[in-house]
């Protein structure tokens, strides 16, 4: 072997054993998919609460309609309608 190749081969070998920085780069590899988890959650989370905000705002809409309330009330139903839909919606 060349004094080239022992060099480099000595390289490579201090390269493998040294354990500095490994902390860093377990880090960054598990960082990216543990974010990407971690905002999938808190999206899926919001999904979630605005179906079934939103589902239950249409069901009181809809019992309204059913029980008459909603058509005694003698003004404009589509805009009355989607006024106490809207109004439900707020948290």
Known sequence: MSRRA???QNLLLRFAA????????EFAIIAL????????IIELG????VSVTLQNATDNAARQIRTGQFQTSGSNAK?????QVCNRMAW
């Open 6 to 8: 022992i060099a480099f």
């Open 18 to 25: 040294a354990r500095r920085g490994t902390t860093a780069i």
């Open 33 to 40: 998919p543990f974010c990407v988890m971690l905002f999938g």
């Open 46 to 49: 919001m999904v979630f609460l």
């Open 79 to 83: 805009g009355d309608f989607k006024t």
